[in-house]
């Protein structure tokens, strides 16, 4: 099939159009929601406005409040553990599993 959006694709008098996602390798759409934010909100207005925990972080570190440097958490009235959770899930990690699971 394809992945390209708006790709009109006969086959067998099978007509797909403006097919969004069609895709084989469905291991190509696995998210990391830490770029997602830089990506789309990276002044991450989003996460401030729904985790009010975070209003005062820095944007730089508004997605990723864990890498963020001490003095900088402090300052945010952010102690990690306690204001506000450590990190449930490691991304790579995760990814990772996600992938070997895909490949079999």
Request: hydrophobic fraction near 50%.
């Amino acid at each position: 099939m394809t992945a390209y959006v708006s790709l009109v694709w006969v086959r067998h008098d099978l007509r797909v159009a403006d097919t969004p996602a069609l895709d084989a390798a469905p291991y190509f759409c696995i998210f990391n929601p830490v770029m997602q934010g830089e990506t789309f909100v990276p002044q991450g207005d989003y996460v401030r406005r729904w985790v009010p925990e975070l209003e005062r972080l820095p944007a730089v570190w508004v997605h990723k409040p864990w890498e963020a440097p001490t003095n900088v958490l402090t300052a945010a009235g952010i102690k990690l553990g306690v204001t506000f959770p450590e990190p449930m899930v490691d991304n790579r990690a995760s990814r990772a599993r996600a992938l070997a699971a895909l490949a079999e």
